[in-house]
């Protein structure tokens, strides 16, 4: 079977960490995104793989090529026009010729594809829509379903009072090919709010897989986090990091004796954490990153090629590549897109979220 990652978004909500880099190549634990959600493709013996890009980018093509380091074969298909997330698929019809997956691109979960495109298929369904439970529906589309999980009704942004279900639209769609026969070609159209509508409205079998399986959209720095801390404490079934108190150091990195580590933390290859730095995790620390005598790291992730002086103080933030974090500065509960200076002696206020390339100064 095949799937389509549909990776063409604005990715505004992620800024500035998206400033230069697509939301799939935001690192998890030193791994692009779109690395993580291809395994899981590859995991689930989905190896042909079709990227649905807005605009053809650079950093994608070179560090995925055509797939055949990650055992998969990828076709990249690129836009004229936005062409929203239905559109997208639209443009990708001449490769989609059978039963086929849709995923968005900003998605970390566990559902069991095999088992959904199992109901998908007994049910005959024209597209099958998976469902993922949430504390506060008020702010995400709805679907209402029958006892068989087909599809009643969609519900946008409802009032509390209208709220009858808590199960929301997870970004993962089986569907059969002749529903693209609906999409309009070259036009901006979306699942959410016109393809999945109008297939109800013409009768066709839209049905709903339900899953408790963890599921995360990445699409916030907060949720950014909080994939980091999940992954961290073991709540996705695929452990692919450290756990607990764990810490993992990459090639080539060489850490002081007398720096204290308290896991969990990922350290990546040829990093150099010098005389008394104290990591208290969860720390991601990305490749070629140096951190100076005396500073502080807690709760925070740190991308490829971080300059941090010393008694540098970073707490509970997330650093883009290429920052230079000078002596003495502080920073809490901030983001800093790439390329950020920050001088010496400089605080910032904590909630800062600081543009890429921009050098940060003593008031
Ligand atoms: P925000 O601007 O922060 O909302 O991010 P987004 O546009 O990336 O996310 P949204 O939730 O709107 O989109 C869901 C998925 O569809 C994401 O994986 C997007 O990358 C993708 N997507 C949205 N619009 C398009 C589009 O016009 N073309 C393509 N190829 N993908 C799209």
Redesign the pocket.
Known sequence: MKAV???????????PL?CNTP??MVPVINIPFLEHVIHYLSQHQIKDIIL???HLSQSIKSYFGNGSRFEVELTC?I?DI????A??VK?AEQYLDDTFLV?????YTDLDIAAMIDFHLKRKAKATIALTPVDDPTSYGLIETNAQGRVTRFLEKPQWSEVTTNMINA?TYVLEPEALNRIPPQA?F?FEHELFPLLLDQGEPVYAYTSSAYWI?I??PEKYFQLHRDLFSGNSARHSCPIGDEVLVGEQSYIHPTVHIRGPAVIGSNCIIGHKVKLTGPVVIGSGGTIQEDSVIEESIIWRNAQLGQRVSLKNSIVADNCRLNDNTTIEDSILGDSVTVVSGCKLEPGSKIWSGTTVEVP
């Open positions: 990652i549909l990776v063409g978004g604005e990715a505004t909500r992620l800024l998206t939301k799939v649905a890009q807005r298909t836009e936005p062409l929203g997330t559109g997208a443009n995923l968005n691109g900003d998605i970004g901006n979306s959209d699409g916030t």
